[in-house]
């Protein structure tokens, strides 16, 4: 068993050398397993082990059994635990959630916080080679793709880490036997409720009985098998991810140049990077996205679980929160003076000088006849902010004045951005949309007394 898990931790270097781990403890034949053998390897590995009992409420006396079964257990090796007690049935009724996915997301959970209390490195699970059979059938039979026939991972995020999944079952009930550990029985793992149980307690039997004695590890080898093939994928996905990527979005043309197999999965890591998970996240939902950017028409859009959407913006598409709110202000920009706009962490700043030099526009900064500004103004203050309705420019090198919204659509701005561009105004007018464009009406000419420079500047400049 030592030897087992030794060679498992080290085929895929799951611990590093004086990592703190959590070690989820359930006092169940598994984690007790789980934790008996980490703490004799502890000082190979020089780790700090702690252990994690979460009570879900659910089956009365027997769960304060193992409770203070867990308690104890960890006591007996000198190992700390916290323990934790939830409503896991109240949680799934008022989430909508089945009481077992309930379970583990509450368990989870605290796994976290545990981690982050302890300034812990790893979070180690009991996971094994009978429950990655079930998990393969499982996925199999909702109908999976390689990811979820790859079943559990040995390794996910760097940080979840399953030193016995592969052992089975009956090794690990032997190794407790062997050593007197005693671990507490959970009796719903006899109850034909769960689909889990199904499986374990019918189909896995009958398998063995009539088709397969050792369909337990023939499903672990083609896990394995699995896991390969799909993290070989992924690492070209993610190659890919970065060659589309397009300013704030992705570029349209080149996701529908890749294979279907590449664009499922870079799909499945926006939704992941945006939203931190996948619940909820079916094929269908994938392959929605896909036929949408095939199409590519601009504008169009469609809901995804979690308040997201999938959208196509120009030659670009994007996966986002459809309820994230663009940024609002409007700073009054005294002449001379200087403001913080902190929304867009900027400085702005404006003075007057004479018309006795060259002044040579840049990308943030932009010279103006003053006293033609004076002449329009009639009492109101130059502005920057974000855009109005009714807002207009007379935009250099056009002719006429251009609604900003008929603008920033034919300059393909993205629509979320336009809601948040700082815009220089004087009333509805629009003098300057930084390194876009300006208005001709104030153009600096012979005439000219007074020049109104105004200078953009990141709010870091000079301590800021």
């Known amino acids: 068993m030592i030897d087992k898990v030794r060679e498992t931790i080290e085929k895929y270097k799951m611990i590093q050398y004086g990592d703190k781990i959590i070690v989820g403890f359930s006092g169940g034949p598994d984690s007790v397993c789980l934790l008996h053998v980490l703490n004799r390897l502890k000082d190979r590995y020089g780790i700090k082990l702690y252990a994690v009992h979460v009570n879900h409420g659910i089956r009365g006396e027997e769960a304060l059994r193992d409770e203070n079964y867990a308690k104890r257990f960890a006591e007996s090796l000198d190992i700390p635990i916290f323990i934790k007690r939830v ?3 109240g949680f799934a009724k008022e ?11 509450l368990r989870y959970e605290y796994f976290e916080e545990v981690l982050k209390q302890v300034k812990g490195q790893k979070i180690a699970t009991a996971h094994n080679m009978n429950d990655q059979a079930e998990t393969m059938i499982m996925n199999f039979l909702r109908g999976s793709g390689t990811t979820g026939l790859s079943g559990i991972s040995p390794v996910r995020d760097f940080k979840y880490i399953r030193p016995i999944l592969y052992i089975e079952r009956s090794e690990i009930e032997s190794y407790c036997k062997e050593n007197g550990l005693n671990p507490v029985i959970d009796s719903t793992n006899k109850e034909n409720v769960y689909r889990r149980n199904k499986i374990r307690l019918e189909l896995i039997p009958y398998i063995k009985d009539n ?10 080898t083609s896990s394995d098998l699995f896991y390969k ?3 070989f994928l992924n690492e070209i996905a993610a190659e890919k991810l970065n060659e589309i990527k397009k300013g704030d979005g992705f570029s349209v043309k080149e996701f529908n140049s890749l294979h279907v197999s590449i664009k499922r999965r870079i799909i499945r890591e926006i939704i992941l990077k945006e939203k931190g998970s ?3 996240i079916e094929l269908k939902h994938i392959d929605d996205c896909i036929e949408l950017i095939k199409k590519g028409e601009t504008g169009k859009r469609i809901d995804l679980p979690h308040d997201l959407i999938c959208e196509i913006e120009y030659e670009k598409f994007k996966i986002k929160n459809k309820y994230l709110k663009s940024l609002k202000y409007e700073y009054n ?3 001379p003076g200087r403001i913080n706009v902190k929304e867009e962490n900027l400085i702005i700043e404006a003075e007057i000088k004479k018309n006795d030099e060259i002044f040579n526009d840049s990308l943030f900064i932009k010279y103006f006849d003053y006293d033609k500004i004076k002449i329009r103004a009639e009492g109101f203050k130059i502005q920057i902010r974000t855009r109005k309705d009714g807002d207009f420019i007379s935009p250099k090198g056009m002719k006429g ?5 008929d603008l920033f659509i034919d300059e393909k701005v993205p629509r979320e951005k336009r809601n948040s561009i700082p815009l220089v105004a004087l009333r509805n007018e629009i003098l300057w949309i930084p390194n876009f464009r300006d208005s001709r009406e104030y153009k600096i000419d012979g005439e000219t007394k007074n020049v109104l420079k105004i200078k953009i500047l990141r709010g870091e400049v000079n301590g800021r």
């Open 278 to 280: 996948l619940n909820g």
């Open 229 to 231: 093939d799909d993290e």
């Open 95 to 105: 989430n909508k959630m089945s009481t077992e996915e309930a379970g583990r997301f």
């Open 401 to 405: 004045r251009k609604k900003l919204k």
């Open 211 to 220: 088709i397969n004695p050792n369909v337990v590890k023939s499903l672990c």
């Open 333 to 335: 920009l005294n002449i």
């Open 87 to 89: 409503d896991a049935v």
